[in-house]
């Protein structure tokens, strides 16, 4: 099919450099411009191709013919210990930054790793992956990371005013999901640079976020049954440090007044 | 909070013991009790836990940070991932394994089936904006939708009997929902396969809607049309060993003008 219309094409073209003999230095330089264009348009599609093509290659070899008996465990079901929330940047993945192996973490990324409150017509993706990790898998851990140079959170504290119509389609107003802690950031460290502030307001977001996880009822009573731990944490890769924080959340036996 | 009222509590029990002594052995004997009781929980699923994420971030420290740090410098002042991945959650399947992804290549949103909606502004901000910085501000030059076997999410939904029937879920069927054409599609054309069968056909299927999501969205159709952005759907089976890849084509002829 492709090629028939390029024949096509070309058959128009000598038709048309056969009337007009002048216009064949023209013709030749914009075709050798076309040819360039192709060529490039050529490589980075097969760049695209061969690059995922030699990355199987190289898992396939290097790992899933090696450890045959995982893997073989693993197709039968999953049973990870953790549910981690990462971003969704390229650098932070938590198969590296915590060598997390097939089957060990049930992952949900997204910009800037945020847990919204408990929504089931805004936030039903979210919703579906905690509601699946937790009360189908059975996870025992959520863990959610936050990280160094966040552009989301930078998004989020470059949010002069909530009024204020949005500059883009969808990002600032996912990333609102933290509007409070930039607030307590703008407030509570007004004396540190932008950088500094950012830095803070990702760690505090990740906060926000523990404390969306116990809007989902089914989170909150795993919790409460000591089933369940929730934990932050923040990974700065400028400074090659991981940060681990856990949320202690108990409820008390009631006392019955009568 | 809990140092402070375990130091409160050593102060109660010291002024008791100072009031009545004779209380003294009985005290002894629950406070070793009590040194055994605690002594197990550290051995418990929380310091396990812990353990796993410390020993986990040390190995990449040692193995990967600290062995490219021209790599890792470069990094930490920008990213410029060529590739937008989308992958299930499921722990199993994870690009950087499976596709060996190293660090600033591929940005990854990760979700229940791999799934893409329908541009939606109120019901699906946290997909359009996990796309939105990828392609308008990191000008990222694929994205590829990676399918998968045994997924639970297309299991899902392929269970769903009837549309209208009420949800068993809270949230999964409303999820999975997105997907529900190729379901359709499944059923009417193999509907005489096992339900496994059916399953796999609409785990790549499913890709295929989310392909065509994808184009729902300005930022996106505007650079595939251009040439910027090229779209691709996988299916990686792991009961097979075996990875499927394929392309959306996508072109706008110029116009005809009738007049």
Avoid at chain 1, 138 to 150: A, D, Q
Avoid at chain 1, 156 to 163: G, N, P, T, V
Avoid at chain 1, 240 to 253: A, M, S, V, Y
Avoid at chain 2, 77 to 100: E, G, Y
């Amino acid at each position: 099919m492709a090629t028939d219309a390029y024949e096509a094409a070309i058959k128009g073209l000598k038709d048309l450099l056969s009337k007009k003999a002048d216009l064949g230095n023209v013709a030749a330089e914009k075709i050798k411009e076309l040819t360039q264009e192709l060529k490039e348009l050529d490589s980075s599609n097969s760049d695209a191709v061969e690059r995922i093509k030699s990355g199987f290659t190289h898992f396939k070899t290097q790992k899933y013919l090696k450890d045959s008996a995982r893997f073989n465990d693993l197709a039968k079901g999953q049973s990870p210990k953790f549910l981690v929330f990462a971003c969704s940047d390229s650098r932070v993945c938590p198969s590296h930054i915590l060598n997390f192996q097939p089957g060990e973490a049930f992952v949900v990324r997204n910009i800037a790793n945020m847990v919204p409150p408990f929504d089931q017509k805004r936030h039903s993706g979210v919703g579906a992956a905690v509601e699946y990790a937790v009360v189908h898998l059975k996870v025992e851990n959520i863990l959610v990371i936050g990280h160094s140079r966040c552009g989301g959170i930078k998004g989020l504290m470059s949010i002069e005013d909530d009024a204020a119509p949005t500059k883009s389609d969808f990002i600032e107003n996912w990333v609102k999901i933290g509007a409070s802690a930039r607030n307590k950031i703008k407030e509570e460290h007004q004396g540190l640079d932008d950088e500094a502030k950012c830095t803070e307001c990702e760690k505090e977001a990740v906060n926000v976020s523990l404390g969306n996880l116990l809007s989902y009822p089914f989170v909150r009573a795993e919790v409460v049954k000591n089933t369940l731990a929730i934990r932050g944490a923040h990974y700065n890769f400028v400074k090659g440090t991981f940060d681990l924080w856990e949320l202690d959340f108990k409820t008390t036996p009631a006392y019955a007044f009568s | 909070m809990s140092t402070e009222s375990y130091e409160d509590t050593l102060e109660r029990l010291g002024e008791l013991l100072s009031c009545k002594s004779d209380l003294g052995k009985v005290a002894a004997a629950k406070i070793e009790k009590l040194f055994g009781e605690l002594e197990e929980q550290k051995s418990n699923k929380s310091s396990d836990a812990v353990e796993r994420i410390r020993s986990g971030f040390i190995h990449f420290k040692t193995h990967k940070y600290l062995k490219k740090p021209s790599l890792y410098n470069a990094l930490a002042k920008s990213q410029s991932p060529k590739f937008l991945v989308f992958a299930c959650s499921d722990s199993r399947v994870s690009p950087s394994h499976i596709l060996n992804f190293q660090p600033g290549e591929a940005f990854e949103i990760r979700n229940i089936a791999n799934m893409v909606p329908v541009f939606d502004k109120t019901q699906h901000s946290g997909t359009g904006a996990a796309m939105e910085y990828p392609i308008t501000e990191l000008n990222v030059e694929n994205i590829l939708v990676i399918g998968h076997s045994r997924c639970g999410g297309i299991e899902a939904l392929m269970s769903i009997k009837d549309d209208a029937a009420p949800h068993k879920s809270v949230f999964i069927e409303n999820w999975v929902k997105i997907g529900t054409s190729a379901k359709n599609k499944i059923k009417q054309e193999y509907g005489d396969l096992s339900f496994q069968e059916q399953c796999t056909h609409c785990e790549k299927e499913a890709v295929n809607v989310t392909l065509g999501n994808l184009l729902s969205y300005p930022f996106v159709r505007e650079r595939v049309e251009k040439g910027k952005l090229a779209l691709r759907g996988a299916h990686y089976d792991f009961v097979k060993g075996t990875f499927e890849l394929w392309e959306l084509d996508v072109k706008i002829t110029p116009a005809f003008a009738f007049s």
